[in-house]
C-alpha cells in the first residue's frame, strides 16, 4: 500500500536506517520521523526512547526543543506584519531600535579596545531576515565580535535578558561585518522577534499564540513546557568523549520546564511532530490551512524567494562555517533556506523547496512542487554531528511513485 503517492516499503526504510545506524549502536536515544504528501500523512514512526534513564519510550505526542526550527516561525510572524503595511523591507532597524542608530563594523581589537568604523549603509529589516544583518553568535568561537558577545552575556541560552534588555546590551558592540555585505547565522531572528513586539505591541508569545498557533490549532507549541505536558518532554544529550550519550537537560528538571522570560524568536521554541506538521501544511498550503489563513501566498512567494545578491548561494557569501544546512546550491529567503535545484546541490531535492534545522539535530523540509512535507525530531546536540536531513531526504524522494 502507499499513502500520498508514495512507496510503502521504501518508507518503511526510514525506520529500519534509523535503528541499524543509530539507535540501536547507541547515538541516538530516539527519534520522531513524520512525512506528509499530497494531503496524507504518508508516514509517522516514534523509535527509541525519549528518555534513557527512565527508558520511557517515544511517542507520537514527545515534546522538542526545536531550537532553530523557531526561526521560519518568527520570520513568518513578521511578514505577517509586512502584509498589514507596517514595514517595509527596506527600512532601517533603527526606526524600531534608536540604539542602534549608530552601529558601526568591527576592524580590529579585542574587546572592550575595538578599533571599527562607520556602516555603508543601515541595518535594514531585510537584513535580519536574511542573515545579512553584520550580527553573529556567542557560541561561534571564530572572531573577536563573538568573543565580545559572551563578555557582556549575550547568550543563546540562559541570558537571563529581556528581548528589550539584548537589543539595549548589543547596541554599543561593533557588526561582524556592514549589512548586507556578507551572510552570517546570528541572532539576527532573535531581533525579528523584538521587531514584532514593538510593531504590534504584544510580547512575541502572545503575537504567536494569538496569530498562528492558536489558528493553526499547534496545541503544544511555546516557550516553555506546561507542568501538566511535562511527562511528554524529551531530554536532551550529546555524544561523549568515549561515543556515548551524555545527557545534557533531563526533560524534568529542563530550564523550559519554567516560564520563559527571554523569547527567543531564533531558537526558543518547543514543539511536537504534530505540530510543527500543522506548521509546514500551512506552508504547503499557500499560507492557510483549514480555512485559517495565516499569511499571502504571494508574499510567502516572496519569502521562498532566493534573496541572497545575485542569486548566488552560500558558497559565495556566507562568512563562517556553522549554520544549519550546507553550503553548496543553497540560497537563502526571508527566513528559509532555499534549495537551488539538484545539480546545484548533488544532492536529491526539489528547486524551491524551503527548509531548516536546529541545534538538537531536528530538521524539516517543505517541498511545494511535490506537495511534500518532512518533519524529523530527535534530541542530539550539536545538529552537525550526523547528516540526517541528507539521508532522510534519500529515503523520502526515494519512495516517490511515478
Known sequence: ??????????????????????????????????????????????????????????????????????????????????????????????????????????????????QTRPVDRPMTVKDLLTHMSGLTYDFMAATNVDAAYRKVGLRLQGSGLTLDAFAERLAPLPLLFSPGSSWNYSFATDICGLLVERMSGLPLDQFLQQEIFGPLKMVDTGFSVPEAEQHRFAS????????????????????FCQPATFFSGGGGLLSTAHDYLRFCRMLLGGGTLEGARIIGPKTLALMGTNHLPGGGDLTEWAQGSFSETTYEGIGFGLGFAVNLGMAATSAVGTEGELFWGGAASTIFWVDPKEDLACVFLTQLMPSGTYNFRGQLKALVYGAIEP
Open 1 to 114: 500500500m502507499s499513502a500520498g503517492g508514495l512507496n510503502a516499503a521504501q518508507l518503511a526504510r526510514i525506520e529500519q536506517h534509523l535503528d541499524s545506524q543509530y539507535l540501536a549502536k547507541g547515538k541516538l536515544a530516539g527519534t520522531l520521523t513524520a512525512v506528509w504528501r499530497r494531503g496524507e500523512l504518508a508516514y509517522l514512526k516514534p523509535q527509541g526512547q525519549r528518555d534513557l534513564a527512565s527508558g520511557a519510550p517515544m511517542t507520537e505526542d514527545t515534546i522538542f526543543r526545536i531550537y532553530s526550527m523557531s526561526k521560519p516561525i518568527t520570520s513568518v510572524a513578521l511578514m505577517m506584519l509586512y502584509e498589514r503595511g507596517v514595514f517595509q523591507l527596506g527600512d532601517p532597524v533603527h526606526r524600531w531600535i534608536p540604539e542602534w542608530a549608530e552601529q558601526r563594523v568591527y576592524v580590529s581589537g579585542i574587546y572592550p579596545h575595538f
Open 236 to 255: 536532551n544529550y550529546e555524544r561523549a568523549p568515549d561515543r556515548s550519550l551524555r545527557c545534557i537537560d533531563e526533560a524534568s528538571t529542563s530550564p
